[in-house]
């Protein structure tokens, strides 16, 4: 991918999204709606994955038939939001490897804090998605690439639902390298670090927490 931000318009993801957005939206709704973005947002975010050939035999004759190329990839989930966008990125690659990042957010400091790390092997050979619906300050995900470098990733992209303009600054100054998809492109932080007009807290969204 060569933009560093990608937001997708497609008119599914943008009136789903604005149902999850709704105040009165049900978890079990807002949950069902975040698993069918997700896959939407993946088709976008493969689009440029390398395919190479292998033989099959239809019905009526062999070919070469085009199948993924390389290591399987990998799926990072941020804790916890990123399981609402994990499930349905892995029905879609079923094949993929599954690691996770747990971090919260400290709601004083808006720093992240760390509390799990579980990625898979070889890190360095594979394509790396990290997941989490929400960009806000930046500081979680800026935090969770880097210790996905640190244990030698080197081609990451990363997946949210939301994106403020001030993730995507904090983002593209800490790894210029990672590429952001989107489904929308908010319009600021408030004093409290939550995106508006945004959709709140996605996490207790998702759980029916708080
Ligand atoms: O860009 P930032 O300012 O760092 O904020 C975004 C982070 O906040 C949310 O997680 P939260 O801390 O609420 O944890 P949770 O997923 O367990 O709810 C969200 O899922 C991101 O990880
Ligand atoms: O708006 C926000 C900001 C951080 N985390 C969320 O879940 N929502
Ligand atoms: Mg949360």
């Known amino acids: 991918m060569s933009d ?5 318009t497609h008119p599914l993801v943008q009136h789903k999204l604005t149902l999850m957005r709704k ?5 079990a709704l807002f949950r069902q709606l975040l698993r069918e973005i997700s896959q939407l947002l993946a088709y976008e975010i ?3 994955l390398e395919l190479t050939t292998e033989t099959v035999d239809t019905p009526l004759q062999p070919m070469d038939a085009p199948v993924l190329a390389g290591k399987k990839l990998a799926l990072i989930s941020i804790l916890r939001a990123g399981n609402g966008l994990l499930d349905g990125v892995l029905e879609l690659i079923p094949s993929a490897r599954v690691g996770f990042v747990g971090l919260y957010r400290d709601e004083e400091t808006l ?4 509390y ?3 990625v898979p092997e070889a890190l360095d050979d594979r394509l790396v998605i ?3 619906p929400m960009l806000a300050t930046g500081n979680s995900s800026a935090a969770a690439i880097d210790l996905l470098k640190k244990a030698g990733a080197t081609n990451i992209r990363f997946l949210c639902l939301l994106a403020a303009p001030e993730g995507v600054a904090r983002m593209k100054e800490a790894h210029p390298d990672v590429p952001i998809v989107t489904a929308a492109l908010d319009e600021c932080l408030n004093e409290k670090g939550y995106i508006v007009p945004g959709l709140g807290d996605a996490g207790d969204r998702m759980f029916g927490t708080k």
């Open 4 to 8: 560093h931000l990608t937001v997708v």
């Open 46 to 48: 493969t689009r440029e």
């Open 111 to 114: 720093q992240p804090v760390q």
């Open 23 to 27: 105040r009165d939206t049900p978890t």
């Open 116 to 118: 799990y790390f579980k």
């Open 130 to 132: 990290a997941v989490d």
